[in-house]
Structure formats: C-alpha cells, structure tokens
C-alpha cells in the first residue's frame, strides 16, 4: 500500500483464498455437534455477469460448466438478476461438495471473471430450519445467514452459528457485511 492509499483512506482488498472452502467439512461437523445443523447437499456459486462482450465470454464459461459431467450444475437467475450455479450431492458428501465448488469458483477465476463472483453458499438444516453458510469472496469471510421466512431472518441463531464456527472457519467480523440472501438455492 502507497503513501496516497493511506492518505485517502484506501485499502486492499484481502484475496479470496478458494482453498478455505475445504474447511466446510471440519466446521460441519463442529455445526452439527454443536448446533444439530447438518448439511443437505446443496451449494451454489453466485456471480453478477457484466454486460457486453465480457457478459457473453462469462456466460460461454457457464454453459461449458454446465456440460462437465451431464448435468451435474444447474443455474438460475435471481429476481436481481444474480447467476447462482447450483450443485447438488448426497448430503453427507460434503467434502466432494466442497470440492466441486471450489472447481467452479477456479474456473472462473482461471478464466478472468473473479471480480464477478459474489459468493459461495453452503446449505444445511436442523430438521426444520434452514442455515446457510455464506463465504464472501471479497471480504475472504464466511458468514451464517438464517432465513425464517420472506424477508426475515433469525439474527440470534446466526450469532450463535458464528460462535460455533469461530475457530473453524474465517467468521466476517463486521456484521453489515452479513447480506441477506432471500430465496438463495437451498434455503
């Protein structure tokens, strides 16, 4: 950082490090000891496409993502207009969830297209409740986000959530970070 940076209050942005999506399993198995959440299998990949030529490169590196292994992504867009790849496993194969996601996320990485990726979530469920662990690509954090229903959410279980996971996983300390993700794939 430059002499100009401090003076005009800019900082760096910490890297994403993909490779922490490897700490799912150990931070699931903390969750359901812990909490009784457990995974359900599903994780997706949220991105915002660019318009233009770059918005047409991005969205032949989906399609060709799609194709691996016959239909083994699928992709929906968000009423804000957000691409979510989604992946769906057995729910107790969370290490190769993890690293199917981290694939996808290398890929468009690899490809030019990291400034578009918005996050990763992770779905999981006590039964009767859905939990996401949501890691912010910009931030390098992960976060728990609780939704109780349309456009509510359940900040003590999300605190707890984060408690549980402070020593597994990087927790986002700033809580504005921890955005809402209403009607996400799996929750």
């Known amino acids: 950082m430059g002499l100009l940076d401090i003076l005009f209050g800019r900082t760096k942005p910490v890297p994403p490090n993909l490779d922490q999506l490897f700490g799912l399993p150990a931070a699931a198995i903390t969750l359901q000891t812990s909490t009784g959440y457990r995974p ?3 994780g997706s990949v949220c991105f915002k496409a660019a318009e233009g030529g770059g918005f047409a490169a991005l969205r032949e590196e989906v399609d060709r ?3 691996l292994d016959d239909g083994k992504y699928t ?3 968000d009423a804000y ?3 979510w790849l989604i992946r769906q496993v057995a729910d107790d194969d969370l290490a190769g969830l993890a690293t199917d996601l981290h694939g996808v996320n290398s890929a468009l990485v690899d490809a030019g297209f990291g400034a578009a ?9 006590d039964g009767t409740h859905p939990l996401g662990l949501v890691y912010l690509y910009k931030q390098g954090t992960w976060y728990p986000f609780a939704p109780t229903g349309p456009n509510r959410r359940d900040n003590t279980i999300e605190l707890q959530i984060r408690s549980a996971l402070e020593s597994d996983l990087r927790i986002e300390t700033d809580l504005t970070r921890w955005f809402p993700l209403y009607g996400a794939p799996g929750l």
């Not at 990726?117 to 469920?125: I, Q, S, W």
């Open 40 to 42: 359900t299998g599903t």
């Open 81 to 83: 207009g957000y691409t």
């Open 117 to 125: 990726l918005l996050c990763t979530l992770v779905a999981f469920t």
């Open 65 to 67: 993502l799609l194709a």
């Open 75 to 77: 992709s929906q867009t």
